[in-house]
T-cell receptor
Framework: KAGVTQTPRYLIKTRGQQVTLSCSPISGHRSVSWYQQTPGQGLQFLFE???????NKGNFPGRFSGRQFSNSRSEMNVSTLELGDSALYLC???????????FGQGTRLTVV | DQQVKQNSPSLSVQEGRISILNCDYTNSMFDYFLWYKKYPAEGPTFLISISSIKDKNEDGRFTVFLNKSAKHLSLHIVPSQPGDSAVYFC???????????FGAGTRLTVKP
């Protein structure tokens, strides 16, 4: 069974640009969550999708958005990038909300 | 809001000794607790979990203890091995949204 796949693994963008990150969950998993990891801040919850619906959103500005497709694949988008958006973005899939989550390797975003 | 807190950013122990990682939570609706382990350049991987109906769960060298009245859980690793050196995240889920929330992580270093 393939694990959670995130693409791309690494990304360098300049301030003001926008970026889209992709996540393919484990087959059969319908819940996808996104987290931002920065040094000292741990895993900050961005949002969770289940059956194409956003169930909950963390305390991030509206520049951060996401969506989930009918095949459970998910994308997150960050517009008007700021230097502080540089982080590791992790996607996790689970069979249902609140269940054990399986993480991808993450996308390392660097904003210059 | 930090609903799950790991107050120790780092912990160093000698090989063969016990490692104790602590976690506190504020939301009394949480009823499922998990520990994840993260190596550099990899996504977190599930380690062990405990449901609120139990106060202890053991899996080999890893034991998680839950004190519901104190809203506290801990992970014990006995004996600690150098390969256990990683960042450990505590997570909790439950409540009406059944969201999963993570702590900031504790970096464990096991010295040979």
């Amino acid at each position: 069974k393939a694990g959670v796949t995130q693409t791309p693994r690494y990304l360098i963008k300049t301030r003001g640009q926008q970026v889209t990150l992709s996540c393919s969950p484990i087959s059969g998993h319908r819940s996808v969550s996104w987290y931002q990891q920065t040094p000292g801040q741990g895993l900050q919850f961005l949002f969770e999708y289940f059956s194409e619906t956003q169930r909950n959103k963390g305390n991030f500005p509206g520049r951060f958005s996401g969506r989930q497709f009918s095949n459970s694949r998910s994308e997150m988008n960050v517009s008007t990038l700021e230097l502080g958006d540089s982080a590791l973005y992790l996607c996790a899939s689970s069979p249902a909300p609140g269940a054990e989550a399986f993480f991808g390797q993450g996308t390392r975003l660097t904003v210059v | 809001d930090q609903q799950v807190k790991q107050n120790s950013p780092s912990l160093s122990v000698q090989e063969g000794r016990i490692s104790i990682l602590n976690c506190d939570y504020t939301n009394s609706m949480f009823d499922y607790f998990l520990w994840y382990k993260k190596y550099p350049a990899e996504g977190p991987t599930f380690l062990i979990s405990i449901s609120s109906i139990k106060d202890k769960n053991e899996d080999g060298r890893f034991t998680v203890f839950l004190n519901k009245s104190a809203k506290h859980l801990s992970l014990h690793i006995v004996p600690s091995q150098p390969g256990d050196s990683a960042v450990y995240f505590c997570a909790a889920s439950g409540g009406s949204n059944n969201d999963m929330r993570f702590g900031a992580g504790t970096r464990l270093t096991v010295k040979p």
